[in-house]
């Protein structure tokens, strides 16, 4: 491809050379770099990929994009001067790749809580409705039944565009993708073509990025400006907002609280095995049943059929499919030990996410709720104590261990989460050791508790220092139950 195509809808100013040279390959990682490439330096946030140019154009790139006035003294180097790099790699990457996403339909969802469960559920309902799937989130990627490592929630917009185009290749008809406010925010999805976009709520988390939650709903924002279509819960009023200022021409509005919504969920049955309840709909009642228990699982559940009808699905598809097969993996994951007590898995590692299922747990518990839980390195910190406020309140006794550090010391994290603890009295210890803490809790279980792992979920691994070392909660669990008597 000419470089001169591949720019055609950034703005841009050439500082040198020329822009009819072929194009073989571009990226933002000087590592990736080859031959005829396109090196984009993005200013990041522990690197400066202007520093990294020289060792771009000896690896072969012929072109660099920069945000910096750079002169280079090898004059058969292009260089590209642009004011947002981020939105020139994904209008480059998009234009590479022959634009794939326009070539199926894409579902986006985005919220606080509730994208991974929500894409999984959407996109069950679209193979049951015979379209060939792809989807991209947190858990894995997938292209039909070929799973893909995934390392971050929403990839990075060269990425993405590449793993479009592997699935116009094949054939794929409909994509649901989780999309984060970070990859908003940094354009990674900029030039991507949103058929539907689906909010499910917003709740602290993030403010180490974003600052301001704010800052934070603007940036969940942005995928309503992309998507002629959007599906809104309105019991949060920050779904009100995005309605308020979204371009899209087709909405539908779901909540359990607002009887102006055009889904609306009642009568909520919450059982250790699932939850049932009734949904109003164009004047009909259906009934509804999930495999996962609580009040967060009413709203995954509207928020997939409303995308699903949305996509020209037929709701009572919808609600098969969620009535025999909506369990998700790391999300509410129950197991039942010998001696009488239940232990839940699930990947609450936020304020609202882990409130949302102790109060659920409240519910059910007929004896002790015990919580194991942290808080994870190198993130938000403003959450720990409002966590450790949560847990408390809701919990019998909570162990605070350890969740991906990083490279933070694992102690002053749980020290934190103590602030927020401690005013409520409640009994709990702490332990560095995250399985040490998970055998503790189990110890002390007796018929009728429910113990919660909460933070880590379907995450196989835990990051200590930069080293990501292997560890899995639901083979913790099973482990043990295995060794009861």
């Not at 470089?3 to 000087?30: A, F």
């Not at 590479?96 to 994208?115: A, D, E, H």
């Not at 995934?150 to 917009?157: H, I, K, L, V, Y």
């Not at 900029?190 to 976009?197: A, L, P, T, V």
Request: hydrophobic letters at 40%; glycine letters at 8%.
């Amino acid at each position: 491809m000419k470089l001169e195509g591949l720019l055609q809808n950034v703005e841009y100013t050439l500082l040198q050379g020329d822009l009819n040279k072929n194009i073989r390959w571009l990226s933002q990682d000087s590592r990736e770099i080859a031959k005829d490439s396109v090196f984009v330096c993005i200013d990041g946030f522990e690197q400066d990929g202007h520093a990294y140019i020289p060792s771009a154009i000896e690896k072969g790139a012929t072109a660099v994009v920069v945000t910096k006035y750079v002169q280079l003294k090898d004059e058969g180097v292009t260089v590209i001067q642009v004011d947002d790099a981020r939105t020139a790699l994904a209008s480059m990457s998009a234009k590479y790749f022959n634009r794939p996403s326009n070539q199926f339909g894409l579902i986006g969802v985005t919220g606080t809580n509730g994208k991974t469960s929500t894409v999984f559920l959407i996109d069950r309902i679209l193979k049951a409705a015979g379209k060939k799937t792809g989807l991209i989130g947190t858990i894995e990627n997938r292209i039909g039944d070929q799973v893909l490592q995934t390392s971050r929630t929403t990839p990075d917009a060269l990425s993405l565009q590449h793993l479009f185009y592997e699935m116009v290749k094949e054939n794929v008809s409909m994509v649901t993708m989780e999309v984060s406010s970070h990859a908003l925010d940094m354009k990674r999805v900029y030039e991507s073509e949103f058929d539907i976009g689906v909010f499910t709520n917003l709740t602290l988390d993030h403010l180490d990025y974003h600052k301001t939650m704010e800052a934070y709903r603007d940036a969940k924002l942005e995928l309503f400006k992309m998507a002629p279509k959007a599906v809104i819960n309105v019991d949060d009023p920050n779904g009100r907002y995005i309605i308020e200022h979204s371009t899209a021409k087709e909405t539908l509005t779901y909540g359990c609280d607002s009887d102006d919504a055009d889904m609306v969920a009642h009568d909520v049955h919450i059982d250790i095995k699932g939850t049932h309840f009734k949904l109003n709909y164009n004047g009909g009642i259906h009934h509804v049943d999930i495999q996962t228990p609580g009040r967060f699982s009413v709203y995954n559940a509207m928020a997939a059929i409303g995308a699903a009808v949305m996509s020209g699905i037929a709701l009572e598809t919808a609600i098969e499919v969620l009535r025999e097969d909506s369990v998700i993996v790391g999300r509410f994951e129950t197991y039942m030990s010998k001696k009488g007590y239940h232990a839940v898995v699930d990947y609450a590692h936020a304020p609202d996410g882990l409130e949302n299922v102790l109060s659920t747990i409240k519910e059910l518990a007929q004896g002790k709720i015990i919580t194991v839980f942290g808080c994870g390195g190198d993130r938000d910190r403003s959450k720990r104590p409002v966590m450790g406020e949560i847990a408390g309140r809701y919990s019998d006794v909570s162990i605070i261990t350890s969740d991906n550090p990083r490279t933070e010391e694992p102690q002053a994290i749980i020290d934190e989460v103590e602030v927020g603890i401690k005013p409520t009295g409640a009994i709990y210890v702490t332990e560095v050791d995250r399985v040490v803490a998970i055998h503790k809790a189990l110890d002390m279980a007796q018929k009728d508790d429910i113990v919660l792992i909460a933070g880590k979920g379907h995450e196989d691994y835990q990051v200590i220092g930069k080293i990501k070392i292997h560890m899995d909660d639901r083979e913790i669990v099973t482990d043990y139950m295995k060794g009861e008597v």
